[in-house]
């Protein structure tokens, strides 16, 4: 066997460790019953410790090495080389003791997070961020960078993305975006909400709407499942068993059947990855910006849609027929598109939600640039919610202490939800200059032209371009905030009467 | 750190590889969509090719070999050694190619007996079992014997099993058991059951039924779940999390309820095992026989006594009001406990059962030992069917084909099942002797004494002993008929007026 070859028998082999440790993670947040948690806590760590003792072989470094001087390599080739390149050098570079003590600090911090939003007491938590920062930069000087400490860790998430690129982009929203906003706050006028609040939503009927709506777009049932847990997910060994989650709330029904269709996109994504690749880096997933695009195309672009509202009527009124009674798809329409600034993220609407990523944004690049420290947040938090969205929380829980992410060290995530935001945009601008009938397919529930335009133009290529130039090559242009841009104005005019 | 340490550590690392294939196991066939099959496959060979290469590493040998003539270890620490020594030596003594050879002749054995049972065609089947066959021949010569190549399978079951040993139990159980069948057949009174066979049994009230009772009995919900399967089983990788399954047919109640029962004995024993020996093979329960013994002890012993009857009446009516009324504890018993010879196994009555087992064992034995030839197999059974039970299948389907044991290539598993009757009865009549008012308990639906008897006697001492002097530990004699031929011999005068 070649180089090549050989590397590819040991990837494969680090890839069903990987499978086998996503089923255990699945299960643990899924079913598992609460006294096996310390145990299942051994099997993944022996997971961990198993995959990385494959990963850090020297073995795969003399292969890569190997490998990088060979002219005769095809794409795919490449590609898997400067994976497993990225890969080698992320689980080699940090020391032992080091990862050690983060995966520890890791658990501690969760705990005092926790405690500290239920206490609602910053002061609780303020140590341990403290400590998860100077980890996130330490990390980060482990792995190198060209620039900024920051896009060490923003490379982590999405391949390639730096300050340099996301700096633009945000004020690109920031200009269009909040003006927007101010519009329709001026504006004052809010849809008719009253059919929505005042029923109750059965949780059987709810289920059925997201099962035969994720089965409409084309979501394989036979290849994945749907179930319940606190926290939604999609997750899965592989593309043959993809697995989601959704929560119910009987007061309001939009949270499950928007949260269906965006673990609906992950789920589509995840199994449209090219099976010739099988157990190999490029056949993966590209990265956690190009995967949001995918939920948040369905959740919003397409869900969101007048024409989508118009077509899932019918099954809204078979679902509800008591509460849907005289409901009509303008109705439905406007109330899934309320525009309102609101404190908490995961509850924002498409206008004010890149604003909230916008503010973590900054946050992080001054924490990590150490131009902010851990004791001035709070107030930084305060003073930019002020300035973007014009409103101020209350207390500590609803402001700083909302995401779980600092608590898990996960410094450098948070942009990757507006990176999904804006190629879920440019995509679909892309996608219907290539499906002139759009619009009348979604109003009549044919979502596999649509489909098959993700399947072709990203899920198939896998991870064998870099995320920005698999969104050129679809798009024919490098990531920008404009067709998203465009695509928020035009419905807020339409919704709202009003521009910026 | 000195040998034992060693083995040890060695040791939890093959025991949290193999709680992880518990768990892909458990997913495999309760949840797992179909077309996940082939990749999971790939993850459980993995599983099984990193367990195989841990533990048939020559270290093992050499600290098992120093370890065995050290004469300074206590019980425990003996028993440890003599375990790993058994699975060191099952895993090295078999070729790999051999063993590759055998689990591809499962799979595609398993395919032909499907087909052959499908269509009734014991030809289809035929040289696939022929194959089976002298692929255990072959095993037992590979891990050795001293007496009879049979023996050398059955100590794979249950440890220490021998022709020798069992013999005198089943002729015990033939000289007792079959004319005790035959005067109730003579007797000709059947119970009335039309209450039962006239009515509808909804799933959701049988699964709240099986819930209840098998909370009663002591299952730990919170370290364990009930899920739906084909194929009813008690898995799951640890103590902590031990899952069982059942079935349902709404035509009968009684499959769901028993087997609920069944699978809870199961569950009870593995939620029962001593935790100070975690990841040890000490730790793990003993063998398939003293596992079964739990099974129908709850199953038969418990579930099917007129005081157990009396006490879940009440929980049958609140499950099934219309279905039970005029019913009384009585009718159930008799209902419960119908005698009547039958074709399959898994269907039969306590007391004919161990007679399809006997049945099985004398088959194998005789085509170990060379005495019957594949193509003598199907006239053997009916002979046999029809001596013991004076029954023959009116096709092979029914007969020689009903079972999936000899298509997976376990042969000696079958003696097992009839242990686990005999250790039951055995275990109750000496745990009577330390609970005076044991029906007076299950009558009042208090089960904790018992279980507590077993957990003491049985569950905690894990493998430190083999099953035959934990049997004689617990109970104060060696295996013996003797208390299961008692209990029936009473039940069945008791039901049927008649004795043997």
Redesign the interface.
């Known amino acids: 066997m070649g180089a090549y070859e050989e590397l590819l028998v040991r990837l494969k ?1 680090i890839d ?2 990987g ?2 440790g996503s ?2 993670s699945w ?1 643990q947040e899924v ?6 948690a ?3 806590a ?2 993944l760590a ?2 961990s410790k198993t995959a990385h003792q494959r990963l850090t072989d020297s073995k795969i470094g003399s292969w890569l090495e190997m490998l990088e001087s060979d002219d005769d390599l095809n794409e795919v080739q490449r590609a898997n080389i400067r994976l497993a390149r990225e890969s080698y050098d992320r689980a080699t570079r940090l020391p032992t003791e080091f990862v050690e003590e983060m995966a520890k600090h890791r658990s501690k911090s969760l705990v005092s997070w926790t405690e500290a939003r239920e206490k609602d007491d910053f002061s609780i938590f303020r140590d341990d961020l403290a400590i998860a920062i100077e980890h996130a930069r330490k990390r980060a000087d482990f792995y190198g960078y060209e620039n900024l400490r920051y896009d060490a860790l923003l490379d982590l998430y999405e391949s390639g993305l730096t300050v340099q690129r996301l700096d633009p982009l945000f004020s690109g929203l920031r200009d269009n975006v909040a003006p927007l906003i101010k519009a329709v706050v001026d504006n004052g006028n809010r849809p008719d909400m009253s059919w929505l609040e005042e029923n109750s939503w059965d949780q059987t009927a709810q289920e059925e709407l997201s099962q035969r709506i994720s089965e409409a777009i084309g979501f ?6 749907r179930d319940l847990s606190t926290h939604p997910f999609c997750g899965g ?2 593309p ?2 993809v697995r989601w989650t959704t929560r119910y709330r009987e007061d309001e029904p939009f949270g499950s059947l928007f949260g269906s269709m965006h673990e609906t996109g992950h789920g589509t994504y995840e199994q449209g990855r090219p099976r010739d690749f ?1 157990f190999q880096p490029v056949g993966k997933a590209n990265g956690l910006g190009i995967h949001e695009s995918q939920s948040r195309l369905w959740e919003n672009q397409v869900g969101r849609s007048r024409e989508f509202c118009e077509w899932s009527l019918p099954l809204w009124k078979q679902c509800f027929p008591d509460n849907m009674e005289g409901v009509g798809a303008e109705q439905l329409w406007q109330a899934v598109n309320l525009v309102e600034p609101g404190l908490i993220r995961v509850d924002a609407d498409e206008a004010t939600y890149n604003l909230h990523i916008m503010i973590r944004y900054e946050i992080e690049k001054q924490l990590i640039a150490g131009e902010i420290e851990v004791d001035e947040l709070p107030d930084a938090w305060d003073e930019m919610y002020q300035e973007y969205l014009g409103i101020k929380a209350p207390n500590h829980s609803l402001g700083i202490l909302q995401d779980i992410h600092w608590s898990m060290g996960a410094i450098g995530y948070f942009p990757t939800y507006t990176l999904g935001n804006l190629y879920a945009a440019q995509l679909l601008e892309a996608a219907r200059g290539d499906l002139p009938d759009h619009d009348g397919q979604i109003r009549s529930g044919q979502f596999e032209d649509l489909l098959g335009w993700m399947r072709e133009n990203v899920h198939n290529r896998g991870s064998v371009l870099k995320p920005a130039d698999l969104i050129k090559e679809a798009t024919g242009a490098v990531p920008s905030p404009d067709a998203f841009v465009r695509y928020l104005t035009s419905k807020v005019e339409r919704l709202y009467g009003v521009s910026a």
């Open positions: 082999d069903l460790i499978q086998i089923l255990l299960d079913l598992m019953p609460p006294k096996a310390p145990l299942r051994e099997q022996w997971i394989d049932f036979s290849a994945g499942r060994p592989n043959d068993d099988d």
